[in-house]
């Protein structure tokens, strides 16, 4: 089959690989109908993440069509339209117990060796490096899913594929995310980054009740987005000073919750911006974003961090955090928590995912999607894919 393949920093290839095959009877395969490009990509393609290998399939955003089940699979036959969830989950260890399904503890077959090298055994995802579990993704024409009695959600609405695709990763990503900002009704919500995870981050705030939603970026179509789709207020960090804009926006106080929708490309690292930008600059390698939200962010206020993060970060501004009592909260989405929920929403006209597809490619043409979505060029804001 044709799959995207990782070769190195800005290097991935539409290849020929073998076809995925049954390993375990809670597996399934799934022939894979539309995928996308996340900002999670990224940081593979950047060459931030350690533990890749030359030949690895990535992608963790996709949905397809049942082709074949393992003998433990009892939910899904073939031919059952799914959507999958990104994080990898075995739904009976102690964290999917607790419905905190991307620390699942049995998910990821190469545990130890992430242990030894990261200090902690994150769980696994589809497509990503081998510290995650190497679990072949889902830019390709088929896929296999551990643990699919737990994991694909099930449609049977005529939804198209468009609509749905984002249950996969980044509705849900945004949706916990402004959840962790632990919103009450007429709160101010600022979200660094207007990327996918950002959009969706803004529209949850709006419906988890907050007053005020105010969006940051530099890219012009991004925040227009953000201001025309979601009816966000803007701020383009490479005309105005962020942290004094957003006291001035909230008389003096800070806004009550602050999402980082950036991650790893938010260290400023390689940005001559960044070091006059930030409100505690001075230090090398100050996460940035991070630095403005703890110094900006009303006392007493929500740090939710969606963003990815790739390393240690120095200069964190653990004072400030510490002195203003802010409350941290992050991880990789708990997706099994929140699709069917989710799903609703959409079967509901209350939302329509789709508006946030700027640019669709054929499989084929991976390579220069990759490259268009990390430049943001041509006002990509996100990418779908069809094998
Ligand atoms: P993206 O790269 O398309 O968007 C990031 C945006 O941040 C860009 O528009 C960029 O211009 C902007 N930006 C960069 N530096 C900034 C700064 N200092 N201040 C404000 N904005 C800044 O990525 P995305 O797909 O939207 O994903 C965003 C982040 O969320 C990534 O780190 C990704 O890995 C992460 N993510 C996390 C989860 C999860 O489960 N927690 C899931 C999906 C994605
Ligand atoms: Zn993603």
């Not at 529209?203 to 009740?209: C, E, K």
Request: charged share 20%.
């Amino acid at each position: 089959m044709k799959a995207l393949t990782w070769h190195g920093t800005h290097d991935v290839r539409v290849d020929n690989v073998p076809d995925p095959e049954l390993q375990d009877a809670r597996d399934a395969i799934i022939r894979v109908t539309a995928t996308a490009i996340c900002g999670s990509d990224l940081h593979l393609y950047n060459g931030l993440m350690a533990g890749m290998q030359s030949g690895d399939v990535l992608g963790h955003e996709f949905m397809g069509e049942v082709v074949e089940t393992g003998s433990a699979v009892s939910n899904l036959k073939k031919g059952d339209r799914v959507v999958v969830p990104f994080t990898i989950a075995c739904g009976d260890c102690f964290f999917c117990n607790s419905r905190l399904y991307s620390l699942c503890d049995n998910s990821n077959p190469n545990a130890e060796d992430a242990a030894a090298v990261m200090g902690h055994s994150p769980s696994a995802l589809f497509g990503y490096s081998h510290l995650l579990g190497g679990i072949p993704g889902g830019q390709a024409e088929y896929v296999r899913v551990p643990y699919a009695d737990v994991g694909p959600l099930k449609v049977e609405s005529d939804f198209s594929d468009e609509q749905l695709l984002f249950l996969s990763d980044i509705y849900p990503t945004g949706y916990m995310a402004a959840d962790n900002a632990d919103i009450s009704p007429g709160d101010t919500v600022a979200v660094w980054g207007c990327g996918p995870v950002g959009q969706f981050s803004i529209r949850s705030a709006w419906m988890l009740g907050a007053g005020r939603v105010i969006a940051i970026d530099r890219v012009p179509e991004r925040l227009k987005m953000a201001e025309e789709k979601s009816g966000a207020e803007v701020i383009n960090f490479e005309q105005e000073n962020v942290y004094e804009r957003l006291l001035e926006m909230t008389k003096g106080y800070g806004p009550d919750g602050c999402i980082d929708a950036v991650g790893a490309e938010a260290h400023g690292q390689g940005d001559p911006e960044a070091e006059r930008r930030s409100p505690d600059s001075g230090e090398a390698n100050h996460p940035l974003a991070l630095n403005e939200m703890i110094m900006s962010c009303r006392k007493g206020g929500h740090l939710s961090l969606p963003g990815v993060y790739t390393d240690k970060v120095d200069g964190f501004a653990i004072q400030a955090l510490m002195n203003k009592s802010l409350a941290v909260k992050s991880g990789q989405t708990h997706m099994h928590a929140y699709m069917p929920a989710l799903l609703r929403t959409i079967e509901q006209d209350l939302i329509d995912p789709s508006y946030i597809i700027t640019h669709r490619h054929k499989l084929s043409d991976a390579a220069k999607a990759y490259e268009h979505f990390n430049a943001k060029q041509d006002g990509c804001i996100k990418v779908v894919m069809t094998p």
